[in-house]
Nanobody, 122 residues
Framework: QVQLVESGGGLVQAGGSLRLSCAAS????????MGWFRQAPGKEREFVAL????????RYADSVKGRFTISRDNAKNTMYLQMNSLKPEDTAVYYCAARFNWFNTPKEVDYWGQGTQVTVSS
């Protein structure tokens, strides 16, 4: 069992930056591939970024590539999402996710955080 808690969301102007954190407790953090998903009002939850157990591999949605950076610190049991050049269309609830194996879709996720709101004003 893994418990995930996100933090760092908030209100920011377009072009600004935010850094989200996901703190994990429970079973060994480094045993899990981790990721970020987001869900805007009236839309389905979508993939944002993934990172492998060691942090050596990452993958990004095309919509955030070059603007967002996913990272993790296994010594601190924490994953991060650095978001730069934010756009109004990035507005959503951002969820931390974990799975023992690599994953790509929300259906594959084993554990979810409660979500943190990110709002980008124009």
């Amino acid at each position: 069992q893994v418990q995930l808690v996100e933090s760092g969301g908030g209100l920011v102007q377009a072009g600004g930056s935010l850094r989200l954190s996901c703190a994990a407790s429970g079973r060994t953090f480094s045993s899990y591939a981790m990721g970020w998903f987001r869900q805007a009002p009236g839309k389905e939850r979508e993939f944002v970024a993934l990172i492998s157990k060691s942090g050596s591999m990452t993958r990004y949605a095309d919509s955030v590539k070059g603007r967002f950076t996913i990272s993790r610190d296994n010594a601190k049991n924490t994953m991060y999402l650095q978001m730069n050049s934010l756009k109004p269309e990035d507005t959503a609830v951002y969820y931390c996710a974990a799975r023992f194996n690599w994953f790509n879709t929300p259906k594959e996720v084993d554990y979810w955080g409660q979500g943190t709101q990110v709002t980008v004003s124009s």
